[in-house]
């Protein structure tokens, strides 16, 4: 599908675009006063430890984890009298020793209070946890260094009992001597390492520490209105250019000549603009219909130049509506400007406008001339138009189809075709009755109207077989109701269509 193509079903369904998105953002509009607002509260911690960076990293998910967890959340809902459920996140900063919490309430106050009990609780539960039920290694290292002690005032006393009683003993004293280094360089390893020991548990005791602590908020983090709008355009907008192409999809009226050609296998022999006047019948230059009359020029050209010898046009459509009295009318007036003699048969005997096209009576016409109530010369009437005669449809009768149908209506377009350059039959559209499926035959061309946008796929199908079938000599496509501009637009004028 070409980008023109895109532009084309995006500009036919526009209203559904412009709708769905002004649905979209009002909904969006509506929802978002009616959310309750909420107020956000953070306060951020420092995590300090004496180890690696990947353990700094490890600790404050840990932590993280721990502020997060249902049990962390229910104690907070406990301690704080919450009815509504805690809401919290935290985020980590990286590469620093620092993380956010953050409390989401619908009150300011509770919002701030849920951070600044959830930053004291995970103070708290990081002290228990390096405190824990069991030992330290600190008292793991006190335990040590009093037995040290012990030894060491023991092999000190045995030594002044030497000293004392065997100064003689001079192998038992440097022996004893020895045993003093040995146990005094053992307890001050183990002094060292308690020290350590003692200063590495003070800091993991209070290694979380509040670096900002929360505030109270002052307006509410949600709903953002901005957003929320701008979100629902979006969301409207792409929302409707699907929909108009799915429906587009689904729409089985064909809306581009491509279409027509495609349908009908046959190429276009003129396309007529759409007016922005209602009432438009005849197509005048003074009255504002200049792109039409240029149209129906256009398709007089085309159509007398396929061949000299064809006088008799037949057009219809394949439903009632599309326009082929107009274009009739039209025809007939473009062909009698050109110095021709023109005329315009109604063999609409259901619902007949060409009297009312051209402002005529309609006591007598075709069926007068067909019954033998009166002759041709009779029923004949001269239009405001040089050169351009009507011959109206008469008194609706019973039987249209026969009458159509019949040997005398071959005669009577014989007739006309001796007497006139040209004869336009305006016949009732093909799907609806019989009747100009029984006058084709008698036509050398038939002038197809196929209303753009109007006329679907499945009736262009229909009508493209019931003319081959039966024997239609020519067969020439009018697009009506083209909303293409094309040329017209170099005259200044709108190019838009008129209808029956």
Same mark, same amino acid.
């Given at each position: 599908m070409e980008l023109r193509q895109y532009y084309n079903i995006i500009n036919r369904r526009k209203w559904i675009i412009i709708i769905t998105t002004v649905v979209v953002t009002l909904l969006a509009v509506i929802l978002t006063f009616l959310m309750k607002p909420q107020y956000e509260s953070s306060t951020t911690l420092r995590v300090a430890t004496v180890e690696n960076i990947n353990y700094t990293q490890?600790?404050?998910?840990?932590?993280?984890?721990?502020?997060?967890s249902g049990t962390a959340k229910n104690e907070?809902?406990?301690?704080?009298?919450?009815?509504?459920?805690?809401?919290?996140?935290?985020?980590?900063?990286?590469?620093?020793?620092?993380?956010?919490?953050?409390?989401?309430?619908?009150? *300011?106050?509770?919002?701030?209070?849920?951070?600044? &009990?959830?930053?004291?609780?995970?103070?708290?539960?990081?002290?228990?946890?390096?405190?824990?039920?069991?030992?330290?290694? @600190?008292?793991?290292?006190?335990?040590? %260094?009093d037995e040290a002690e012990r030894e060491l005032n023991r092999a000190r006393s045995e030594y002044e009992d030497l000293?004392?009683?065997?100064?003689?003993?001079? #192998?038992?004293?440097?022996?004893?001597?020895?045993?003093? &280094?040995?146990?005094?360089?053992?307890?001050?390893?183990? %002094? =060292?390492?308690?020290?350590? @020991?003692?200063?590495?548990?003070?800091?993991?005791?209070?290694?979380?520490?509040?670096? =900002?602590? @929360?505030? %109270?908020?002052?307006e509410p983090s949600k709903p953002n209105v901005t957003l929320n709008i701008v979100l629902g355009l979006l969301i409207g907008l792409i929302g409707g250019i699907v929909l108009a192409f799915v429906v587009d999809n689904l729409d089985t009226r064909m809306h581009s000549i491509d279409q027509i050609e495609s349908v009908t296998k046959l190429p276009t022999m003129g396309t007529i603009p759409e007016s922005k006047y209602d009432n438009l019948k005849i197509a005048r230059i003074n009255n504002g219909s200049y792109p039409?009359?240029?149209?129906?020029?256009?398709?007089r050209t085309n159509l007398v130049s396929l061949d000299q010898g064809a006088n008799v046009f037949m057009v219809t459509s394949a439903q009632r509506g599309e326009g082929k009295s107009t274009v009739?009318?039209?025809?007939? /007036?473009?062909?009698?400007?050109?110095?021709?003699?023109? /005329?315009?048969?109604?063999?609409?005997?259901?619902?007949?406008?060409?009297?009312?096209?051209? =402002?005529?009576?309609?006591?007598?016409?075709?069926? $007068? #001339?067909?019954?033998?109530?009166?002759?041709?010369?009779?029923?004949?009437?001269?239009?405001?138009?040089?050169?351009?005669?009507?011959?109206?449809?008469?008194?609706?009768?019973?039987?249209?189809?026969?009458?159509?149908? $019949? @040997?005398?209506?071959?005669?009577?377009?014989? =007739?006309?075709?001796?007497?006139?350059?040209?004869?336009? %039959?305006?016949? *009732?559209?093909?799907? &609806?009755?019989a009747d100009a499926a029984v006058v084709s035959p008698i036509a050398d061309i038939v002038v197809w109207v196929v209303s753009q946008g109007q006329t679907r796929r499945s009736d262009v199908e229909a009508v493209r077989r019931q003319l081959i079938n039966v024997g239609a000599k020519s067969i020439d496509v009018v697009i009506n109701r083209s909303s293409l501009e094309n040329d017209y637009t170099a005259y200044g004028q709108e190019a838009d269509f008129f209808s029956n």
């Open positions: 490890l600790l404050m998910n840990t932590y993280a984890r721990i502020v997060t907070l809902k406990n301690q704080l009298g919450l009815v509504d459920p805690v809401d919290i996140r935290v985020e980590l900063i990286p590469d620093t020793e620092l993380m956010v919490i953050t409390a989401e309430a619908p009150d *300011p106050e509770q919002a701030q209070a849920i951070a600044a &009990s959830a930053a004291n609780l995970l103070a708290e539960q990081s002290r228990d946890i390096y405190s824990g039920s069991g030992q330290s290694p @600190a008292e793991i290292l006190q335990a040590q %260094l000293l004392a009683n065997h100064p003689e003993d001079g #192998v038992a004293l440097d022996a004893s001597d020895q045993s003093i &280094s040995l146990k005094e360089r053992t307890y001050a390893t183990l %002094l =060292e390492q308690y020290e350590s @020991a003692r200063t590495n548990e003070a800091l993991i005791a209070n290694s979380v520490s509040v670096v =900002e602590p @929360a505030y %109270l908020p002052t039409q009359v240029e149209a129906f020029r256009r398709l009739s009318a039209n025809l007939a /007036v473009a062909l009698a400007q050109s110095g021709r003699t023109v /005329v315009v048969v109604d063999c609409d005997m259901r619902l007949p406008a060409i009297h009312k096209i051209f =402002e005529l009576p309609n006591k007598r016409g075709l069926t $007068s #001339v067909l019954t033998n109530d009166v002759q041709l010369d009779e029923a004949i009437l001269s239009s405001v138009y040089s050169r351009l005669t009507v011959l109206t449809s008469g008194p609706l009768p019973p039987n249209p189809t026969e009458l159509l149908g $019949s @040997a005398r209506m071959v005669e009577l377009v014989e =007739e006309l075709r001796e007497q006139y350059d040209y004869v336009l %039959l305006d016949t *009732p559209a093909l799907l &609806s009755v």
